[in-house]
């Protein structure tokens, strides 16, 4: 009793709140605060969810129109940030002090990148994850790519004669590049439509969609965000098909400018006490490629469009279960899971074992041949026999 | 030994003066807290534990250098340049043991002076509930700097002393000079301690809940420890973005070039948002609580 007066006493003394006559009210009319501020916080969260998800109104553009845009777009300086998001059906590994990023590990996951571009022949590509970072440079002729959690620095050197828009290995695919290889698939065996607008990295864009024709395929439809002003794919999205929801696989810019990068972006020079070494062109170094052993031939397509299958020679999988060598890199460990998830087939074309995820299956023959496609596996079967 | 002994101790004017009085009260509440709060020896002792850490780290990589890519980040760093001593001691303690002494701190805040019986007192002087709690959330967040700070001097003398000091190399390859250096350790200093400032408002809320401290420290760090099991499982990665702990060690884009501010402020609003949460929650908490001892 003597210590509700105290306490009460020393409220009036300070003027501020619990009232003495009524104290059951006030005790929840407190609460009132924090549920505000949730509701404010709830509200802050989506609404700026709903207003960006707003299709904009823009005026009509025909599919060929943005075709021409997208080509047209490819010397827009630019600046942004790229989350790559893969929902492959792989086994997604925690990724715990992961320091290195490898390419292998684009196949599960989110994953982050900068980018910059200044429009005529410097770029640079960093993929990102929390204390690491991978960089992909190129300042005119100069290539290097940077490995901070390996603290190595590779280089290489383009002919003087290389074109502009010369493809160097790329350690992450951004936008351009994701809209550039779905537009190359443009042909007869495609059904390209626009479907509406959409809101990317708070720019107004149109969607470009295509749709494989062909019934065995896997992808559903490619959706491309192609930004209204510049012309520059925002966003790149692959649906499975069948599959409602969300994309297999997504490219977007979360942030992105056309301003032009200062120059300083694409300077680079190795840091004192980096391993140098040279990077060979156009496959990445054996030093830096995952656990897979590079095929000895060059790959064999059947068949074309998107129920085209590739099919590799001399290809091992690294033994499952060898934590000493590959289960540091996320890479390596994610191939050694995808070795566990496959079965084993048998059939006209031999033995071997199959996986397949939403968009790409695989199947590995025990002697060596690998056929990947976006198709069932039924289909890597046909082209295997 | 409470806040409330010292006030007492100096209340001289009478309660006739209020509002002139209460800059001043202000600054001698904070002042005692701090006091309390920074001679508390079992907080000293968790301070003398987390700058044990950077003397190991730099004994052992003095001992027998790294190879690259080894161990936590930049550890193998650390034997061209004594200054990264200071982030790899902050990336290791980061995940526990900077949340663990916050929690101390910050679950001991309400619940400790409730359960040796001054909180009363405290209020008798005459302090509002109000002023009570941003005087103890005041105090947890200066222990978190002075917890993080306290790792950064050490790592950063112990890296004078046993390695070379020069330019730095950042994550992004770019040498920069190591005075350059020393601002960006400045300013992951400042990003830790916000990134800590969250989770003291979640300690000082479970610290209004109970009287019985020690339950509020575990329950402080258990939330911490379960944010970060979560922040880890792949499948739940639509959350990962809402969890406190998620950006904690977002403190490496200060470590690029150029920097990544959007990753920084992505941190600094999480952090702010669960602020804004959790302290009028306490406060609603505290108000409604019935102060019996």
């Known amino acids: 009793m003597s210590g509700r007066r105290l306490s009460g006493s020393s409220q009036d003394g300070r003027g501020t709140v619990v009232a003495m006559s009524s104290p059951a009210l006030s005790r929840r009319v407190v609460w009132l605060v924090p549920a505000a501020v949730v509701l404010v916080v709830l509200v802050s969260i989506t609404i700026p969810r709903v207003v960006a998800s707003a299709a904009p109104s823009l005026p009509h553009r025909s599919a060929a129109q943005l075709l021409v845009d997208v080509a047209h777009s490819g ?22 002090g992961d320091t290195s990023i490898s390419p292998t590990s684009l196949l599960a996951g989110s994953h982050t990148a900068r980018v910059w571009y200044d429009g005529r022949n410097s770029s640079r590509i960093a993929l990102v994850s929390n204390l690491a970072e991978t960089d992909l440079l190129r300042n005119g002729r100069d290539v290097w790519l940077w490995t901070s959690g390996k603290n190595t620095a590779q280089h290489a050197r383009l002919p003087a004669s290389a074109p502009q828009g010369v493809e160097t290995p790329s350690p992450t695919l951004t936008p351009q590049d994701a809209a550039r290889r779905a537009l190359a698939a443009v042909d007869p065996s495609t059904r390209v439509t626009v479907d509406g607008t959409a809101k990317v990295a708070g720019r107004s864009a149109y969607e470009l969609v ?13 959706r491309i965000a192609v930004d209204s002003a510049t012309g520059v794919p ?3 999205q692959v649906h499975a098909r069948g599959a409602t929801g969300r994309p297999a696989f997504e490219t977007t810019f979360t942030s992105v400018s056309f301003s032009r990068p200062s120059a300083d972006v694409f300077r680079f020079s190795p840091p004192p006490g980096a391993k140098v070494s040279t990077l060979g062109l156009p496959t990445s170094s054996k030093g830096s490629g995952p656990a897979v052993d590079h095929p000895d031939t ?17 290809v091992s999988l690294p033994q499952s279960g060898g934590p000493a060598d590959g289960g540091r890199e996320s890479g390596g460990n994610l191939l ?9 087939v048998h059939g006209a074309f031999g033995t071997g074992q199959e996986l397949r995820t939403t968009l790409v299956s695989f199947l590995l ?9 976006a198709v069932p596996p039924a289909v890597l079967e046909q082209a295997a026999s | 030994m409470s806040t409330s002994d010292a006030l007492i101790g100096g209340r001289s004017a009478g309660p006739d003066a209020p509002a002139v009085r209460r800059h001043g009260l202000d600054l001698r509440l904070f002042r005692s807290e701090l006091r309390l709060v920074l001679r508390r020896r079992r907080n000293l002792a968790l301070i003398a534990v987390l700058c044990c850490f950077p003397v190991l780290i730099g004994v052992a990589v ?15 760093q650390v034997t061209s340049n004594g200054l990264f001593l200071v982030f790899t001691a902050l990336t290791v303690l980061l995940p526990f043991f900077l949340p663990l002494a916050v929690s101390v701190a910050s ?3 309400v619940a400790g002076e409730a359960n040796i019986g001054t909180l009363r007192s405290l209020l008798v002087v005459p302090v509002s509930r109000t002023r009570l709690l941003g005087v103890k959330y005041a105090g947890s967040v200066v222990f978190s700097f002075v917890c993080a700070a306290s790792v950064a001097v050490v790592g950063l003398v112990v890296g004078l002393l046993l390695f070379p000091h020069g330019d730095v190399t950042l994550l992004s390859g770019t040498t920069i000079s190591y005075a350059d250096a020393l601002w960006r350790a400045l300013l992951v200093l400042g990003y830790v301690t916000a990134m800590l400032a969250g989770l003291c408002a979640i300690g000082l809320f479970v610290s209004t809940l109970t009287e019985v401290p020690i339950g509020a420290m575990a329950a402080t760090a258990v939330l911490a420890i379960v944010s970060e099991i979560a922040d880890s499982i792949p499948q739940i990665n639509a959350v990962h973005p809402y969890l406190f702990s998620h950006p904690w060690m977002s403190f490496g884009e200060l470590l690029r070039s150029p920097i990544g501010w959007h990753g920084l402020q992505t941190g600094l609003l999480t952090q702010l948002v669960y602020v804004a949460i959790f302290l009028p929650a306490a406060w609603a908490r505290l108000q409604s609580k019935d102060i019996t001892s």
Request: charged letters at 20%; proline letters at 10%; glycine letters at 14%.
């Open chain 2, 107 to 109: 679950g001991e805040a």
């Open chain 1, 365 to 373: 023959l025990d002697d060596g041949r690998l056929f990947v496609g």
């Open chain 1, 210 to 222: 295509l749709q494989p024709r062909d019934h065995r395929s896997l992808v559903g439809d490619v």
């Open chain 2, 62 to 76: 003095r001992a027998s250098a790294p190879a690259n890519g080894d161990g936590p980040p930049f550890l193998s």
């Open chain 1, 298 to 314: 060059k790959p064999v397509v059947h068949g074309s469009g998107w129920a085209a299958v590739v099919e590799l020679s001399g």
């Open chain 1, 75 to 96: 010397h827009t300086p630019l600046a942004g940030t790229v989350v790559e998001t893969a929902r492959l059906g792989l086994p997604a590994l925690p990724e715990v």
């Open chain 1, 336 to 344: 050694s899971s995808m070795g566990q998830a496959m079965t084993p």
């Open chain 1, 234 to 236: 925002l966003r790149v």
